[in-house]
C-alpha cells in the first residue's frame, strides 16, 4: 500500500463487495422462502452500503487510483469483507447466518489491522486505525447478536 488514495480505493471495493454479496445473500434467501435469514443479511447490506458512504465521504476531495478488479491486493481470492457465497444455502439457520458474516466482519478487522501494522505511512496508519476500530465495533456487534440469539432473544433484525 503506497499511497492514502490507494488505501481508500481498497477500503470502498471492500464496502462495494461486502454490500453486494450480503444483497446477494439477502435476495436468494427471500426468493426460497428463508425470510428471518434474508432479513439478517438485507441488515448487513444496508449497513455496509453504509460504510460505503462513510468511506467515499473520507476520499472527499482526493483523486482514487482507477483499478481494475486484478489491482487490488487482497489476503485470499475475494475482498476481506465478501460474505461466504455458499451462504446462499436455502437451509441456511438464522446462527450459521451469523457466524459467516462475523467471518466476514473479521477478515475486514484482519486486513485493517496488517495495513495499520505494515505500513510505514503515518497517514495511512491513522486511516487503517479508524477503520480497524470501525471494523472491531462491528465484530463486536455480531457476537453480541449471536448471543442473543443463542439466549432465544431477539435481533435487531427481529424489530
Known amino acids: ?20 454479496r450480503f444483497g446477494q445473500l439477502a435476495d436468494a434467501m427471500h426468493a426460497q ?3 428471518e435469514v434474508g432479513r439478517l443479511f438485507r441488515q448487513l447490506a444496508d449497513y455496509s452500503l453504509l460504510h460505503l458512504a462513510d468511506a467515499r465521504e473520507r476520499a472527499g476531495f482526493r483523486q482514487l487510483p482507477d483499478m481494475g478488479a486484478a489491482e487490488f491486493c487482497w489476503p485470499d481470492i475475494e475482498s476481506p469483507e465478501a460474505a461466504a457465497i455458499w451462504a446462499a444455502d436455502p437451509l441456511l439457520g ?9 467471518e466476514a466482519e473479521q477478515a475486514g478487522l484482519d486486513y485493517y489491522s496488517d495495513v495499520m501494522n505494515t ?5 495511512i496508519r ?14 463486536a456487534e455480531l457476537k453480541r447478536w449471536i448471543e442473543l440469539h ?10
Open 119 to 123: 505500513t510505514s505511512d503515518p497517514e
Open 150 to 159: 443463542r439466549e432465544g432473544k431477539p435481533l435487531p433484525t427481529d424489530l
Open 1 to 20: 500500500m503506497d499511497t492514502v488514495e490507494e488505501f481508500l480505493a481498497h477500503a470502498i471495493q471492500i464496502e462495494q463487495e461486502a454490500a453486494l
Open 94 to 102: 438464522r446462527e450459521q447466518a451469523l457466524e459467516v458474516a462475523l
Open 33 to 35: 422462502g428463508n425470510k
Open 126 to 139: 491513522a486511516f487503517a486505525k479508524e477503520f480497524s476500530e470501525e471494523e472491531a465495533g462491528h465484530v
